[in-house]
Protein backbone atom coordinates (compact mmCIF):
# COMPACT_ATOMS: atom_id res chain seq x y z
CA UNK A 1 0.00 0.00 0.00
CA UNK A 2 1.57 3.54 -0.50
CA UNK A 3 0.26 6.86 0.89
CA UNK A 4 0.65 9.77 0.03
CA UNK A 5 0.83 13.19 2.04
CA UNK A 6 2.06 16.77 1.70
CA UNK A 7 -0.23 18.16 -0.53
CA UNK A 8 -2.10 21.60 -0.27
CA UNK A 9 -3.14 25.29 -1.34
CA UNK A 10 -0.62 27.45 -1.76
CA UNK A 11 -0.07 30.18 -4.01
CA UNK A 12 2.58 30.72 -6.78
CA UNK A 13 5.95 30.61 -6.05
CA UNK A 14 5.33 28.59 -2.96
CA UNK A 15 7.24 25.33 -2.72
CA UNK A 16 5.20 21.82 -1.06
CA UNK A 17 7.17 18.43 -0.33
CA UNK A 18 5.22 15.17 -0.57
CA UNK A 19 5.60 12.14 0.94
CA UNK A 20 4.99 8.64 0.02
CA UNK A 21 5.02 5.68 2.44
CA UNK A 22 5.00 2.31 0.89
CA UNK A 23 3.89 -0.35 3.53
CA UNK A 24 5.90 -3.85 3.28
CA UNK A 25 9.35 -5.10 3.13
CA UNK A 26 9.72 -4.53 -0.94
CA UNK A 27 10.03 -1.16 -0.99
CA UNK A 28 14.44 -1.73 -1.54
CA UNK A 29 13.19 -3.65 -4.82
CA UNK A 30 10.89 -1.38 -6.38
CA UNK A 31 10.74 1.21 -9.79
CA UNK A 32 9.11 4.22 -7.54
CA UNK A 33 7.57 7.20 -9.41
CA UNK A 34 5.28 10.42 -8.95
CA UNK A 35 2.62 10.98 -11.42
CA UNK A 36 0.03 13.78 -11.19
CA UNK A 37 -3.56 14.23 -13.26
CA UNK A 38 -5.03 17.98 -13.36
CA UNK A 39 -8.72 18.17 -14.21
CA UNK A 40 -9.64 17.41 -17.31
CA UNK A 41 -6.54 15.78 -18.36
CA UNK A 42 -4.89 12.81 -18.32
CA UNK A 43 -2.37 11.22 -15.68
CA UNK A 44 1.02 12.58 -16.12
CA UNK A 45 4.86 11.30 -15.74
CA UNK A 46 6.60 13.42 -13.31
CA UNK A 47 9.62 11.38 -12.30
CA UNK A 48 11.03 8.37 -11.25
CA UNK A 49 13.50 6.54 -9.99
CA UNK A 50 14.50 2.55 -10.05
CA UNK A 51 15.59 0.32 -7.33
CA UNK A 52 19.30 0.41 -8.68
CA UNK A 53 18.93 4.51 -8.25
CA UNK A 54 18.45 5.64 -11.85
CA UNK A 55 16.24 8.58 -12.20
CA UNK A 56 14.33 10.25 -14.86
CA UNK A 57 12.24 13.39 -14.64
CA UNK A 58 9.88 14.96 -16.97
CA UNK A 59 11.60 17.34 -18.70
CA UNK A 60 9.77 20.73 -18.28
CA UNK A 61 9.68 19.94 -14.26
CA UNK A 62 13.50 19.15 -13.96
CA UNK A 63 14.45 22.67 -12.62
CA UNK A 64 11.75 22.92 -10.26
CA UNK A 65 10.86 19.74 -8.57
CA UNK A 66 13.50 17.06 -7.39
CA UNK A 67 12.72 13.88 -5.89
CA UNK A 68 14.52 11.29 -3.40
CA UNK A 69 13.78 7.82 -2.12
CA UNK A 70 14.50 6.56 1.89
CA UNK A 71 14.71 2.88 1.07
CA UNK A 72 15.21 2.12 4.92
CA UNK A 73 12.37 4.32 5.63
CA UNK A 74 10.05 3.08 2.37
CA UNK A 75 9.94 6.36 1.56
CA UNK A 76 9.49 8.57 -1.56
CA UNK A 77 9.73 12.35 -1.53
CA UNK A 78 8.98 14.91 -4.16
CA UNK A 79 10.43 18.68 -2.88
CA UNK A 80 8.03 21.20 -5.91
CA UNK A 81 9.97 24.82 -6.24
CA UNK A 82 8.51 27.53 -7.47
CA UNK A 83 5.65 26.15 -8.04
CA UNK A 84 3.19 27.64 -10.37
CA UNK A 85 -1.00 27.48 -11.06
CA UNK A 86 -0.18 25.04 -13.72
CA UNK A 87 1.17 22.25 -11.31
CA UNK A 88 -2.31 22.02 -9.89
CA UNK A 89 -3.25 18.30 -9.68
CA UNK A 90 -4.20 14.99 -7.70
CA UNK A 91 -0.46 13.74 -7.66
CA UNK A 92 0.19 10.10 -7.38
CA UNK A 93 2.83 8.05 -5.61
CA UNK A 94 3.54 4.56 -8.01
CA UNK A 95 5.20 1.42 -7.68
CA UNK A 96 6.18 -1.51 -9.58
CA UNK A 97 8.21 -4.75 -10.10
CA UNK A 98 11.16 -4.26 -12.00
CA UNK A 99 10.50 -4.68 -15.61
CA UNK A 100 13.56 -2.94 -17.76
CA UNK A 101 12.52 0.26 -20.36
CA UNK A 102 11.30 3.64 -19.58
CA UNK A 103 10.62 4.55 -16.13
CA UNK A 104 8.12 6.37 -16.94
CA UNK A 105 5.74 3.44 -17.53
CA UNK A 106 3.82 1.50 -16.93
CA UNK A 107 3.08 1.53 -13.17
CA UNK A 108 0.74 -1.24 -11.32
CA UNK A 109 0.72 -0.12 -7.92
CA UNK A 110 -1.43 3.23 -7.15
CA UNK A 111 -1.47 5.44 -4.35
CA UNK A 112 -4.80 7.17 -3.46
CA UNK A 113 -3.15 10.69 -4.32
CA UNK A 114 -2.70 14.43 -2.57
CA UNK A 115 -4.42 16.84 -4.07
CA UNK A 116 -2.22 20.05 -4.72
CA UNK A 117 -3.68 23.40 -5.71
CA UNK A 118 -1.44 26.20 -6.51
CA UNK A 119 -3.46 29.83 -6.69
CA UNK A 120 -2.07 32.52 -8.58
Known amino acids: QRVESGGGSVQAGASLRLSCSHS????????MAWFRQAPGKDREFVAA???????DYKYALKDRFSFSRDNRKSMLYLQMNNLKPEDTAVYYC????????????????WGQGTQVTVSP
Open 94 to 109: AARVPIGGPLSGPYDR
Open 24 to 31: GRTFPSKD
Open 49 to 55: VSWQGDV
